[in-house]
Antibody, heavy 120, light 114 residues
Framework: QLQLQESGPGLVKPSETLSLTCTVS??????????WGWVRQSPGKGLEWIVS???????FYNPSLKSRVSISVDASKNQFSLNLNSVTAADTAVYYC????????????WGQGTLVTVSS | DIVMTQSPDSLAVSLGERATINCKSS????????????LAWYQQKPGQSPKLLIY???TRESGVPDRFSGSGSGTDFTLTISSLQAEDVAVYYC??????????FGQGTKIEIK
């Protein structure tokens, strides 16, 4: 049974960098069948796709966030991570890590989500 | 960008009755090369992450009860719950993935018991 679990600080100061990690269990992050991504959910904007990454290296970004986002994969730990820099209050949201097939972006597995609040 | 608009925003339905949610995309999500609609539906219960219900507009994910069905093509889609159960109280979202892996979601429709 595939499981994804987000971890990271729940509070980030404005202008700083939000960093989250997703640990995958019950499946390999190196599978070429799947792509690994992040989705956030805020009261104001609903569900918003942030970024997706193939283990092979190809990465796709939401254009509205591309300049502030990076994603990395650590195969040795079966983890992938999100960095979002220069955060503002508008980045306050529940952040989910999720999996989708490599050639179609419906998310068939989600983490439980982690609330990140941007506040001084 | 494709904008997804759901209606209504909320819906109160009696147990055992039919619930219908609409989703409209700002442009067609039908891929003429494979005749597939790039549209998915999710269910999100309070305090939980979204759960995939339907993809390709009408294909149920494994384990999803058959009271859930999806229909539509092009720009107009519908999620139907044929006989509402108490455990179906949730917010439902449509998602287009026409430009995979880029995608966008509808704003959500909340279903409650009347």
């Amino acid at each position: 049974q595939l499981q994804l679990q987000e971890s990271g600080p729940g509070l980030v100061k404005p202008s700083e960098t939000l960093s989250l990690t997703c640990t995958v269990s019950g499946g390999s992050i190196t599978s070429s069948t799947y792509c690994w991504g992040w989705v956030r959910q805020s009261p104001g904007k609903g569900l918003e796709w942030i970024v997706s990454k193939y283990y092979s290296g190809r990465t796709f970004y939401n254009p509205s966030l591309k300049s502030r986002v990076s994603i990395s994969v650590d195969a040795s730990k079966n983890q992938f991570s999100l960095n979002l820099n220069s955060v503002t209050a508008a980045d306050t949201a529940v952040y989910y890590c999720a999996r989708h097939y490599a050639d179609v972006n419906w998310f068939d597995a989600w983490g439980q989500g982690t609330l990140v609040t941007v506040s001084s | 960008d494709i904008v997804m608009t759901q209606s209504p925003d909320s819906l109160a339905v009696s147990l055992g009755e039919r619930a219908t949610i609409n989703c409209k995309s700002s442009r067609s999500v039908l891929n003429s090369s494979n005749n597939k609609n790039y549209l998915a539906w999710y269910q999100q219960k309070p305090g939980q992450s979204p759960k995939l219900l339907i993809y390709w507009a009408s294909t149920r994910e494994s384990g999803v009860p058959d009271r859930f069905s999806g229909s539509g093509s092009g720009t107009d889609f519908t999620l139907t719950i044929s006989s509402l159960q108490a455990e179906d109280v949730a917010v439902y979202y449509c998602q287009e993935y026409y430009a995979t892996p880029m995608c966008s979601f509808g704003q959500g429709t909340k279903i409650e018991i009347k």
